[in-house]
């Protein structure tokens, strides 16, 4: 992040004009720069979820590098190979040196699925500033979760246009400039009109900050007294008890069907 700002403060300085995109966070960042040193800066701001911290994510692929025992060299996530979703990627090198690279869901995945329920990120995040309509870029972008509940008629299954399984953005324009890139350089996406509040719905960081439960603290604790092996302790034995607990469920619904017939 660092060498990035720099590079931003020396084509700031030169007189160029900049596109930079990050989190709300960053962008903040970038537009301080901009200010002290001058130049034509332009913005885009993602809907942030929250941030992990570079530690806990190096610690997770370590910890799973070990588990598969392979070399990890690229770890995606939302691999969009797998169609609009969250599925994603591990990619590495075997002990036998043979390349493999395996789909993964974020149900299986102690990292993933954390980080999708919010327990994970850094603890600025739940007091995020930016997590809020007003918005710190010229434009606003992320995914449109729950077009097919708020806006089916855009969708080629309801007569519309847009294919939901190649994916569906949203972007919001906030300011003059924000006009002015999507009329000179947005000629080529496929947009329509939607209210806000739709967007909201399922992009809740447009609203409030993530939050999280009891469950963040005892994984930090775990991480802090055990590494991450910890939280991968803590991940399998819910697991075990999630798997447990289905089961029951199956057996006592398969013995009530049995005595209603």
Same mark, same amino acid.
């Given at each position: 992040t660092d060498r990035v700002y720099k590079e931003l403060q020396t084509l700031l300085k030169n007189g160029e004009k900049v596109l930079f995109s990050g989190t709300p966070c960053?962008?903040?960042?970038?537009?301080?720069?901009?200010?002290?040193?001058?130049?034509?800066?332009?913005?885009?701001?993602?809907?942030?979820?929250?941030?992990?911290?570079?530690?806990?994510?190096?610690?997770?692929?370590?910890?799973?590098? =070990? /588990?598969?025992?392979? +070399? *990890?060299?690229? $770890?995606?996530?939302?691999?969009?190979k797998y169609g609009w979703g969250e599925n994603g990627s591990i990619i590495g090198v075997d002990l036998q040196g043979t390349a493999m690279e395996k789909q993964i869901a974020p149900e299986t995945i102690s990292y993933y699925h954390y980080f999708f329920d919010g327990e994970i990120s850094r603890d600025c995040c739940y007091q995020c500033p930016y997590a809020q309509r007003q918005r710190v870029g010229d434009i606003t972008i992320g995914d449109y979760w729950g077009v097919q509940k708020y806006d089916p008629q855009l969708l080629v299954e309801q007569g519309g246009t847009i294919n939901s399984k190649e994916g569906v953005s949203c972007l919001l324009i906030n300011t003059e400039r924000g006009q002015h890139?999507? =009329? /000179?350089?947005?000629? +080529? *996406?496929?947009? $329509?009109?939607?209210?806000?509040?739709?967007?909201?719905?399922?992009?809740?960081?447009?609203?409030?900050?993530?939050?999280?439960?009891?469950?963040?603290?005892?994984?930090?604790?775990?991480?802090?007294?055990?590494?991450?092996?910890?939280?991968?302790?803590?991940?399998?034995?819910?697991?075990?008890?999630?798997?447990?607990?289905?089961?029951?469920?199956?057996?006592?619904?398969?013995?009530?069907?049995?005595?209603?017939?």
């Open positions: 960053q962008v903040e960042a970038a537009k301080t720069i901009a200010k002290r040193f001058g130049g034509e800066l332009y913005t885009i701001d993602m809907i942030c979820h929250g941030v992990p911290s570079n530690r806990f994510f190096s610690d997770f692929i370590s910890c799973e590098a =070990e /588990k598969r025992k392979i +070399k *990890i060299s690229a $770890y995606i996530f939302r691999d969009k890139l999507v =009329e /000179k350089y947005g000629a +080529k *996406i496929e947009s $329509y009109p939607v209210e806000f509040s739709n967007i909201a719905q399922e992009n809740t960081q447009l609203n409030r900050p993530t939050k999280h439960t009891r469950l963040r603290n005892k994984i930090f604790r775990k991480y802090k007294a055990s590494g991450y092996a910890g939280v991968e302790a803590i991940f399998e034995r819910d697991q075990r008890n999630q798997k447990f607990i289905w089961g029951m469920y199956d057996r006592i619904c398969g013995i009530f069907c049995r005595k209603t017939r």
